[in-house]
Structures are given as C-alpha cells and as structure tokens.
T-cell receptor, first 114, second 120 residues
C-alpha cells in the first residue's frame, strides 16, 4: 500500500518569491507521482507527473518537481510565484500495478500575497 | 472533449434521504473513479470501474453507498439513508487504460468539478 505525507498544511509567501511544497511518499513498489492543483471552487487539475525517466519534471504554470527515490520525496517548486498561484496543492501516488488507486496527501494551501 | 461532467453540482438534503450523483466521463476513457473530499483533506478513493465492471472498492464505501456504470459510459453514485457525516464533495475522475501492468494512461486521472453534498 502507498501513502503520501505533505509536510506543510499552509505555506504563505510573498509574490515573486520562490516556493517549495514538500511531499514524501511511502511504497513497497515502484511508484508514479503526481501534483494536482485545486483553485477555489474548481476541480483538480494536473500540474505535473513523474512516471519514469528524468527525475526532474516540469509542469504547467512554471512549476517543477524532483523525484528523489532515496529520500522518497517529490517536492514541488516554483522560482517566482504569482498571486494567481494561490490554491490548494495535492501530492498523489500510485504504483505500477494496473488499477491501483491514486492516493492523495492532505494538501498544502499556498497563499501568495503582494 | 468536454471534460468530466458531474451533476448536480450541489445537493442539500435532510438526514435519512437518498441522493444520487451522476458522472459523465471523457468519452474515450474506459476507467471511471469516485473520490470523496472533506474539508481540509485530500481526496479519498471510493471505487473505480473499468468499462462496466467495478474492480475495486474502498472500505470507506459502506453498504449505504452504491455505484454503477451500466453501459460503461456514465456512472451514478447513490447514497441511501444519508447521514451528516456524508457531507462532502464527491469527485469523479476518468482515465484511459491500455490494460495490463506498467505505465499507461490509467494513471493520469482527469477530474470533474465535483458534486457537493450537504446533509442537514
């Protein structure tokens, strides 16, 4: 079974500052990792995913994440945030076994202020 | 491709009543998932279908919950005898699977906007 821990429930940051949202996972098999974003009153939107290959993955809106197998982490980063990045961010994990449910963390609220 | 559609978007009901939510997935997607999201929590897996077959159910899916996907297209999630603890956002997602193990589109879910249930 897999599990996900998002280490920060809330991250306040000023506009144009860098940000890192932390995610650690637990799994006994190879994993696929995702970050989803949920804007207020909207559905979950895929930001980026790691399936295989390069451990640094780039997503939409200037976000990127790095898969670190030894530290079982998949932290999300952005070098300069905007007010419009204010949202809830969810890290999720599944395995390479077909049909395994996507398991989400509890989410991190990113609040960007001017 | 109109995305994943869920109806109704918001349902308010009294405790003990039955409610039904509908999900229309992306037309070419053969897998359909139901999740529940409560305030301050991430989405929690409830169940999923491949075509019309229900392949996995979470322990969160009590006997009062039933999901169907009769023709492998849209799906319904019914909650009988609702309780206040059922108040949540019910999310539907879909994906395409080539079948078998390994990397596939099965692992990239597209979510709908959700159906919010309020039980009074």
């Amino acid at each position: 079974a897999q599990s996900v821990t998002q280490l920060d429930s809330q991250v306040p940051v000023f506009e144009e500052a860098p940000v890192e949202l932390r995610c650690n996972y637990s799994s006994s098999v190879s994993v696929y990792l995702f970050w989803y974003v949920q804007y207020p009153n909207q559905g979950l939107q895929l930001l980026l995913k790691y399936l295989s290959g390069s451990t640094l993955v780039k997503g939409i809106n200037g976000f990127e994440a790095e898969f670190n197998k030894s530290q079982t982490s998949f932290h999300l980063r952005k070098p300069s945030v905007h007010i419009s990045d204010t949202a809830e961010y969810f890290c999720a994990v599944t395995s390479n076994q077909a049909g395994t449910a996507l398991i989400f963390g509890k989410g991190t609220t990113l609040s960007v202020s001017s | 491709d109109t995305g994943v559609s869920q109806n109704p978007r918001h349902k308010i009901t009294k405790r003990g009543q039955n409610v039904t939510f509908r999900c229309d997935p992306i037309s070419e997607h053969n897998r359909l998932y139901w999740y529940r999201q409560t305030l301050g929590q991430g989405p929690e897996f409830l169940t999923y279908f491949q075509n019309e077959a229900q392949l996995e159910k979470s322990r969160l899916l009590s006997d009062r919950f039933s999901a169907e996907r009769p023709k492998g297209s849209f799906s319904t999630l019914e909650i009988q005898r609702t309780e206040q603890g059922d108040s949540a956002m019910y999310l539907c997602a879909s994906s395409y699977s080539l079948g078998g193990t390994g990397i596939s589109g099965a692992n990239v879910l597209t979510f709908g906007a959700g159906s919010r249930l309020t039980v009074l």
